[in-house]
């Protein structure tokens, strides 16, 4: 058994090789990404200045995950589908917040109040774009934030018209049903009650559940398919969006999700 130092020792040596492992696998799909044709292994281990076992091994690692696929007539190496899956996400966020932005301003300049845009993530709210409204500025949310998704009304919105099973295990169990305020839901039962009573009134809203002093009103955002992709939320100080303002702000939030929806090809429409 390692004690004290070697231990130690041990731990860092451990670290310093896993990280060493991952940039020589993130440097070997780097070369694959810029190259024009498939590569050879003797090609790839002297691009990436690897001997050619360790370059073969990490290869093999990669092709296993699906992030790397070989020729079997010429056993030269290109990147694999997952990567292009990966590369697909990326762009279809891009895209998505390109089609919003002009949405979410006209959005913003009509209430006057903030204006989010997130996607899901692993059973977690991320914030994808932002504009920030005329009477809340000051109330930051970092683009790439990641929130909980039971205690934000973006989360709750994307839960409710998700399939169960895409979400359950990772929000409920995984990341757990934290207490950030006394709103905030904490049980199963609490929780699959408002997302049924979300879908019956087409969407969302958070009455300071994550702690904060805030309101927010949130919808969803759909694709051709027919899938919630995101979600748009109105958001301000509880003193300015009042439970009053709720019936205006959801009409309003509604009808921005159905125009960004019909630029990603979604045909059906978002009625109160």
């Not at 759909?222 to 969006?241: E, F, H, K, N, R």
Request: hydrophobic letters at 40%; aromatic letters at 4%; charged letters at 20%.
């Amino acid at each position: 058994m390692l004690r004290g130092t070697d231990a130690l020792e041990h731990l860092d040596s451990t670290m310093s090789g896993s990280v060493q492992s991952v940039e020589r696998a993130l440097a070997i799909l780097e070369l694959l990404g810029n190259a024009d044709v498939h590569l050879g292994i003797s090609e790839i281990a002297q691009s990436s200045k690897l001997p050619p076992s360790t370059a073969h091994r990490m290869l093999a690692t990669l092709m296993e995950l699906g992030y790397v696929e070989q020729n079997p007539e010429t056993s030269k190496y290109t990147l694999g589908v997952r990567i292009l899956q990966l590369r697909g996400a990326v762009i279809g966020h891009l895209t998505l917040g390109v089609h919003a932005m002009p949405v979410m301003k006209s959005l913003m300049n009509r209430v006057n109040e903030t204006v989010h845009l997130a996607i899901l993530n692993q059973g977690e709210v991320v914030y994808i774009e932002r504009v920030e409204g005329l009477k809340t500025q000051g109330m930051y949310t970092r683009i790439g934030k990641r929130a909980p998704a039971h205690c934000t009304a973006l989360g709750k919105v994307m839960l409710a018209f998700t399939p169960q099973h895409g979400w359950y295990e990772q929000v409920v169990h995984r990341n757990g049903l934290r207490r950030y305020s006394p709103t905030t839901i904490t049980t199963e039962e609490a929780l699959l009650a408002e997302l049924k009573h979300i879908r019956q009134n087409g969407f969302a809203v958070d009455n300071g559940e994550t702690g904060e002093c805030v309101r927010c009103v949130a919808g969803p955002i759909y694709d051709y398919t027919g899938s919630v992709v995101a979600a748009l939320s109105i958001s301000g100080p509880q003193a300015q969006v009042t439970p009053g303002r709720v019936p205006e702000l959801s009409v309003a939030v509604l009808g921005a999700c159905q125009s960004i929806s019909e630029k990603l090809g979604f045909t059906a429409s978002l009625e109160l």
